[in-house]
Antibody, heavy 121, light 110 residues
């Protein structure tokens, strides 16, 4: 089964660092781009950035450039999203998703279950 | 990159049709035929419903259809059913491997 499995919910304090993960299975992880999407409580989806695990080519949304770091470890089929200093405004659900160029061009066909990140003092 | 503009909500009775608009610019919707639509039920991950403006992935009912004119794309749900009640988001490719989502529309089945 093709799937993306994300790490579990996190509760952090402002100023702390955090790295969440997204592990792909059932397909060739290095052949598909992975995107990260933020959904703040009660709000819509926001595209944060995208990475190609095969060569670590990364693009960021201007809104998130410098605020987060996207990376991947192709040896363990895992993509990451990390913060060096969290803020309360980072409280959200974060999704990873696969961009399937082969079947759906510029669309995201497989989604992780989401990781809830809560930042509170 | 501003979010694509969608109506906050639309509603319809079972069996009726509803259409959700998604307005962008020449830099996104108007510049590429790569608009996709996602359905999201509460507490769940989004699900791909339409890609390449008009195409449906296998398993998506044919009552879902997409279209585009200029800088505006649209999703039409014909023969509305109770299970179609959800949030819907458009998404457009914006060049150089960047994307932009719509603001989201809540579909209510009366």
């Amino acid at each position: 089964e093709v799937q993306l499995v994300q790490s579990g919910a996190e509760v952090k304090k402002p100023g702390e660092s955090l790295k969440i993960s997204c592990k792909g299975s059932g397909y060739s992880f290095t052949n598909y781009w992975i995107v990260w999407v933020r959904q703040m409580p009660g709000k819509g989806l926001e595209w944060m950035g995208i990475i190609h695990p095969g060569d670590s080519d990364i693009r960021y949304s201007p809104s998130f450039q410098g605020q987060v770091t996207i990376s991947a470890d192709k040896s363990i089929s895992t993509a990451y999203l990390q913060w060096s200093r969290l803020r309360a405004s980072d409280t959200a659900v974060y999704y990873c998703a696969r961009q399937n160029w082969y079947d759906y061009n510029y669309a995201f066909d497989i989604w992780g279950q989401g990781t809830m990140v809560t930042v509170s003092s | 990159q501003s979010a694509l503009t969608q109506p906050r909500s639309v509603s319809g009775s079972p069996g009726q049709s509803v259409t959700i608009s998604c307005t962008g610019t020449r830099s996104d919707i108007g510049g590429f035929n790569y608009v996709s639509w996602y359905q999201q039920h509460p507490g769940k991950a989004p699900k791909l419903m339409i890609y390449d403006v008009t195409k449906r992935p296998s398993g998506v009912p044919d009552r879902f259809s997409g279209s585009k004119s200029g800088n505006t794309a649209a999703l039409t749900i014909s023969g509305l059913q109770a299970e179609d009640e959800a949030d819907y988001y458009c998404c457009s490719y914006a060049g150089r491997y960047t994307y932009v989502f719509g603001s989201g529309t809540k579909v209510t089945v009366l």
